[in-house]
């Protein structure tokens, strides 16, 4: 099933804030101006309390009770049409309305003017109530105004927000619509090109939005991941080519060599001598092989080194001990240097004595009769230092950079055609599974240095 898509579920989402937003507006500005109306009806009346006020204050003087009826008569005649004012005295008896006639139910008016909405007839009418003393005598007032005119507007307003708010959401999501999806063009591109861009094409690249936000951060990030990809498969183009190439020498050897000894019957000795060359150049596959797995589990994480306190000095002695006899056929003095003390750290042992193999095996190769090659073991600050130092012919300086990557021949640096290209590169993957990298100090006819340093 098709899934929504972003810009649909934005405008969505979008659209119910905007309805919740509208909603709460309209619910406030509904209650704002219903409270604004009747504060305004309150007011009014509470005006009419204190013109009564001001009609008994000036009527007081007046005793016969008829006669001050028909005086507050002419006051209340002016009140408009909505209105209504009742008032009595402090026996009950009602002085207004004239003649006698309750309306209004009435309670004792306290000391504050008090307002309430009552319903009398089916019509919702707005009632103060307040107490006036004039003269020595004390009355109980009751104003009223009806609400007709406050509900009309209430009415009006109502009707209005009911028009407006799907009007305005209808055009906020067409709107907001129309944003995502200006917004998400550049995804959209991004997308296209992303699927057009396979492994004939890594080359090929994002265009990115100049635009200082995400869609830039994201543009870049997919460009970078593409450059990692293309340098990754063109490392491993270069990797197959070069393990095809060196795998077809042997190949062709042990085939020519097989050819030749059946095309005709020989000797049994000559037959041992073909057996013995295809055995080499079997010899010869079965190391590359091994090296080219080294390198595929090193690139797959899969090195499997577990790291435990080891004795580097023990493992420098061990390596020196082994190749004492090659160096000394090869009229090279080769020393440990590693001190009486335990040199520790955090190590793979098998892991590290196969890296010094590889520096000692390369020195060796690279160091002319007569010259030293030094492997040294010492405690640094947090761990310990590795190193190996030969008195060779050195490296030069254009070569330095290249040295660890793979099939690069040893013989472009240091005149020999002998090995895979792969020993340095694997040396270095065993220290890169340590957390640390092998560095190489040279110069031509100064001999090499290789170190590194080793957690504690």
Known sequence: MTGVSIRLRLTAWYSAVLLLGLALFGLGMWLALEQRLIAGVDTRLAQRVQGLRSALGAEGEIKDRGRLQRELSEFASEIPDDGFIQLRDGSGAFILPFPHQTVFPQESAGARTMGRTVNLAGRPFRVVTGRVVCAGQTYDALVAASLDDALAVMRDFRRLLFLMIPAVLGVACLGGYWLSSRALRPVDEITSVARSIGVRNLAQRVAVPRTGDELQRMSETWNEVLERLEIAVKRIRQFTADASHELRTPLAVIRATAELALRRDREPREYRDSLRAIEVEAEHMTALTESLLTMARADAGGSGMPLATTDLGHLVNDVVHRNEGRAAENGIRLEAVAGSEAVLASANAAGIRRLLLILVDNALKHTAAGGTVTVSAAAS???????????????????????????????????????????????????????SEITVESAPGVGARFSLTLKA
């Open 381 to 435: 600050d947090g761990g310990a230092r590795l190193g190996v130092d030969d008195t060779g012919e050195g490296i030069a300086a254009d070569a330095l950079p290249h040295i660890f990557e793979r099939f690069y021949r040893g013989d472009l640096a240091r005149g020999s055609g002998s090995g895979f290209g792969l020993g340095l590169s694997i040396a270095q993957a065993i220290a890169q599974a340590h957390g």
